[in-house]
């Protein structure tokens, strides 16, 4: 991991801090640690973007049929 300021590697078991995730809402979602909280993020993005690239198809088509 990198600093964000600095851009300076840090020493990930001497520098960073641990976080306790707290969840609220979808009971099916376990996030205990931060690859599961990784891995959640990252399917939330990838949900996301598959709903925006059907979105841009669907108005891609409707254009199409108004010319």
């Known amino acids: 991991i990198a600093d ?5 590697k840090l020493d990930t078991l001497q520098q960073c801090v641990a976080i ?8 099916a979602v376990v996030i205990k640690d ?3 909280l990784a891995a959640w993020l990252k399917a939330q993005h990838e949900e996301r973007l598959h709903k ?14 108004r010319h």
């Open 4 to 8: 964000a300021l600095s851009g300076e």
């Open 20 to 27: 306790h995730v707290v969840g609220g809402g979808d009971a």
């Open 34 to 36: 931060a690859h599961s």
């Open 52 to 65: 925006l690239n059907a979105e841009n198809d669907a108005a891609e088509e409707l254009s199409q049929v």
